[in-house]
């Protein structure tokens, strides 16, 4: 498996309160990107990163921020947790983005629980 | 926007039948990648398609991309136990909103029963 570490693997939280997740991979790759996964809807992407600060939204962006400071960490933040943004959250990177793409590789995963 | 449907969404198969799961997407990809979820685990990349037509085999799991880079399809010959778990393809379009994006689709859930 690459080397890829999310923590914490397991959060519980109040609706209303900050919440941060982090990737950090070994691999010195450069793309780096945080998925959830929800029964029924697969994997979808939130936001990614193409380079040290640099970001960009994806599909469900709304209610989440990213912040990459260095290539091996990636800071998922929820400002103000919502019910529902209780999920399985995964960060996942790949090497490079050549116009026919690359293979992800995925870390363990985050299981978050809004109440 | 674009979307990646994947059908079935869940199979029971016996042991040694064989297994189907197919995805199509609403316009041309560049290319389709399938990923293999074992209950519990993450997403672990399996291969990539990207020529029209192109056909890839991994021992008893045969892939294939379509040739109008719209559909394709995974089918496992003969199951065993160790199949279990959620395959998902994830489709790429290239354009300036979404050069970097891979679409998953919802996964098909396989369970085998020995």
């Known amino acids: 498996d690459a080397g890829i570490t999310q923590s914490p693997r397991h959060k519980v939280t109040e609706t209303g309160t900050p919440v941060t997740l982090r990737c950090h991979q070994t691999?010195?790759?450069?793309?780096m990107y945080w998925y959830r996964q929800d029964p029924g809807h697969g994997l979808r992407l939130i936001h990614y990163s193409y380079g040290v600060k640099d970001t960009d939204k994806g599909e469900v962006s709304d209610g989440y921020s990213v912040s990459r400071s260095k290539t091996e960490d990636f800071l998922l933040t929820l400002e103000s947790a919502t019910s529902s943004q209780t999920s399985v959250y995964f960060c996942?990177?790949?090497?490079?983005?050549?116009?026919?793409?690359?293979?992800?590789?995925f870390g363990p995963g985050t299981r978050l629980t809004v109440l | 926007g674009q979307q990646v449907m994947q059908i079935p969404q869940y199979q029971h198969v016996q042991e040694g039948e064989d297994f189907t799961t197919y995805c199509n997407s609403s316009t041309t990809l560049s290319n389709i990648q399938w990923y293999k979820q074992r209950p519990g685990g993450h997403p672990v990349f399996l291969i990539q398609l990207v020529k029209s037509g192109e056909v890839k085999k991994q021992k008893r799991l045969t892939f294939q991309f379509g040739e109008a880079k719209k559909n394709s399809s995974l089918h496992i010959t003969a199951t065993q136990t160790t199949d279990v778990g959620t395959y998902f393809c994830a489709g790429l379009v290239i354009s300036s909103g979404s050069a970097r994006q891979l679409t998953f689709g919802s996964g098909t859930q396989l369970t085998v029963l020995p």
């Open positions: 996942a990177i790949s090497e490079s983005w050549t116009p026919l793409g690359n293979e992800q590789f």
């Open positions: 691999e010195n790759h450069r793309y």
